[in-house]
C-alpha cells in the first residue's frame, strides 16, 4: 500500500490508503462530526457469482466481450440485461468497475444489430443519458 503525501496546511495525510474502515474512522473523527451520523451498518462482502450470456445475446457481441477478458456475466449483469431485453425499466446502483455499462449496453447493441435488418429500414436508437 503507497504511503500517503503529508498535506502541507497540516501535515497529515490526504488519503488514508484503500482501507474502508480507517477512512470511515477519520471522517468520524474530524470536527465532531459522529453527531452527524444517522445510520451506520457494515455488511460484510459476499462471494461473487458469475451467470454464462444470455442465449439472446448476438455472438458477435459475446465474442467481441470474451477477447477483452469478460468471460461471463455477475447475476446483477445478467438480470439488469434481461429485464431491459424485456422492455423494463432499470435502475442498476451498484460500486464502481462492477459492470453496469455492460448491463446497458448488452441490451442496447442487440437492439442495434436487430434493426439494421428491420424490415421498416428504421433500425434501432439507443440513447444515453450521464
Do not use: F, I, N
Request: charged content about 20%; glycine content about 10%.
Amino acid at each position: 500500500m503507497p504511503t500517503p503525501a503529508p498535506r502541507p496546511d497540516r501535515g497529515e495525510p490526504r488519503t488514508v490508503g484503500r482501507d474502508p474502515e480507517a477512512l470511515l474512522e477519520r471522517l468520524l473523527g474530524v470536527g465532531g462530526r459522529t453527531e452527524c451520523l444517522t445510520h451506520l451498518e457494515r455488511v460484510p462482502a459476499r462471494a461473487s457469482r458469475q451467470v454464462p450470456w444470455p442465449r439472446w445475446a448476438p455472438d458477435v457481441l459475446v465474442d467481441r466481450w470474451r477477447r477483452l477478458g469478460v468471460q461471463t456475466l455477475w447475476t446483477h449483469q445478467h438480470t439488469a440485461a434481461q429485464h431491459a431485453h424485456e422492455g423494463r425499466c432499470v435502475v442498476l446502483a451498484t460500486g464502481t468497475g462492477s459492470g453496469k455499462s455492460l448491463a446497458y449496453l448488452l441490451p442496447a447493441l442487440t437492439a442495434v444489430l436487430a434493426g439494421r435488418s428491420a424490415a421498416d429500414g428504421r433500425g434501432a436508437t439507443v440513447l444515453y443519458l450521464a
